[in-house]
């Protein structure tokens, strides 16, 4: 059970944690963070490749990084890799008495490994890497050491999974965005307080409105001069049915156009309507 002192601990940190926005500044601050806390003099996070073979050395603490990235790391092999293969925390008082240990990491690097400590970062049965630190100054790494740096563990790996949910969103929305932009035919939709939700700019050029940024403002007022495409919004609202490839005859800045359109409804996953939408282009000029 962890005491006073991992418990203010770990506290800070998590505080902190989820204002890093960055998965590699993430994992450098909750190495370097874990290492202060449990007094250790090094440290270093190894991702754990897609492939579940390789592990790459993300983050270092106290120790040559770029000596450290000359040496192939492999999930089943050294201390680390147990960890990374068996999700399973690893706290070894002396090395020299553990045949799971690589000599050859401390050859290459120069650096004296005596103890070590090292944990899983899983979330929902994936491994996303290890957790590493050595030699705990005056002493050696307790069990609550081991069980404070099993928890960072188990947090940061929801705080990573949070960042690659974050960067999906946003890389979805920028594929959205240049979609809406880029599409040659108008699309229009709005909610169930007539407030405009998608308004992209061939939807403006096409009705004869000025580049602006619709979003948000009434469809009573963005639409006032042009009823037609208010009517059949909120129709299709009313209705909850929608039409597909008709066509109509309007007249649009004093000049009668005919325009092909399709309306839509926009559910949420429980399928619960939350707006209608249409996509429209000009047939004849």
Known sequence: MLGTYHLNALFEILNK????????????????????????EAG?????????????????????EKRLREVPFQVGVGIGGWVAQFHQPALVPDVRQDNRFNKHVDLITGFTTRSILCVPVFSQKRTYGVLEVLNRK???????????????????????????????????????????????????????????????????????????????????????????????????????STVSRLDTTLSIGGESTKIGYTTILISDPNKIVLGSGMIFQKLSH
Not at 44 to 64: C, L, N, P, Q, R
Not at 203 to 219: H, N, Q
Request: negative net charge; charged residues 20%; hydrophobic residues 45%.
């Open 17 to 40: 944690l989820h204002f890093v926005y960055e998965p590699q500044k993430l994992w450098q601050f909750v190495l370097e963070q874990g290492c202060k806390t449990v007094q250790a």
């Open 44 to 64: 270093t996070y190894f991702e754990v490749m897609d492939d579940g073979k390789e592990m790459y050395i993300s983050s270092a603490y106290g120790m040559d």
């Open 138 to 240: 005056g002493g050696q790494f307790s069990p609550q050491d081991q069980e404070f740096m099993t928890l960072l563990g188990r947090q940061s790996a929801i705080a990573y999974q949070n960042l690659l949910l974050l960067d999906e969103v946003s890389h979805t929305k920028m594929l959205l965005e240049s979609l809406l932009v880029n599409l040659s035919g108008g699309l229009m939709a709005m909610d169930l307080k007539n407030k405009i939700t998608i308004f992209n700019p061939s939807a403006a050029s096409i009705l004869g409105l000025r580049a602006a940024d619709y979003v948000g403002k009434s469809a009573d007022d963005v639409l006032k001069d042009l009823p037609w495409f208010l009517k059949t919004l909120q129709e299709t609202l009313i209705s909850k």
